[in-house]
């Protein structure tokens, strides 16, 4: 008997979890079509085919759904392995090239839930604060790849953070690869060849 409702509890969670999921990619879709303030939790609940009470039952409030669409965007970009492989690799020149291929990464994924996220930062202070920490985590990531590579640095480590941060901004890789055409490729050799340049001591290693 207790096997039975073991699988019975699985199954509904397994269930509640797919609900979770269908409703936020509903609201990734409407958030990059209408914007993230002008969609209502009604709409996400159509759109996801569900009652607008199991919208809130499963996530309360808006920015909860976007926390989840920014965790799903990660997870199908595989930032977090990808970060732990870069930092293991031997040469500098190696982890600044990785630290490159790390952003096109993630940027190439989904890029839309780049524009959605900074749509959403003119929201209101609980959803910032949700959109700021996400922005500190990223950076962190990012401040790793440079401080590991600081005995190599051709400039001071504060301001090599601060190239990295520049060129990363979501306008550039907008700029370049939605607006000019480029390929991620093209975009990712870019930007490691501009870094290497800028930030190595040793930049034609």
């Not at 930032?79 to 990464?105: I, N, S, T, Y």
């Not at 920490?133 to 590991?148: C, E, P, T, W």
Request: proline content about 1%; aromatic content about 8%.
């Amino acid at each position: 008997m207790g096997d039975v409702k073991q699988r019975t509890a699985t199954y509904r969670q397994q269930q509640a979890e797919a609900t979770k999921v269908r409703i936020a990619d509903a609201a990734r879709d409407l958030f990059a079509a209408d914007g993230y303030a002008t969609t209502s939790i009604e709409a996400i609940g159509q759109a996801a085919g569900v009652a607008t009470r199991t919208v809130y039952a499963a996530f309360g409030t808006k920015r909860e759904i976007l926390n989840v669409i920014c965790e799903r965007w990660l997870e199908r970009a595989g930032a977090r392995q990808l970060a732990a492989e870069v930092l293991e690799r031997p040469r500098a020149l190696d982890r600044l090239r990785g630290a490159a291929r790390w952003l096109a990464v993630l940027y190439s994924t989904d890029f839309e839930v780049v524009r959605i996220l900074d749509s959403a930062m003119d929201e209101d202070a609980e959803t910032r604060a949700v959109l700021h920490a996400k922005l500190r985590g990223r950076n962190r990531v990012m401040d790793s790849f440079i401080r590991s590579i600081e005995p190599e640095l051709a400039i001071p480590l504060a301001d090599a953070r601060a190239v990295y941060r520049a060129l990363a901004a979501a306008g550039v890789y907008g700029a370049l690869v939605e607006d000019a055409g480029w390929s991620r490729t093209r975009f990712e050799e870019w930007l490691a060849g501009t870094l290497v340049k800028q930030l190595l001591t040793h930049a034609d290693e």
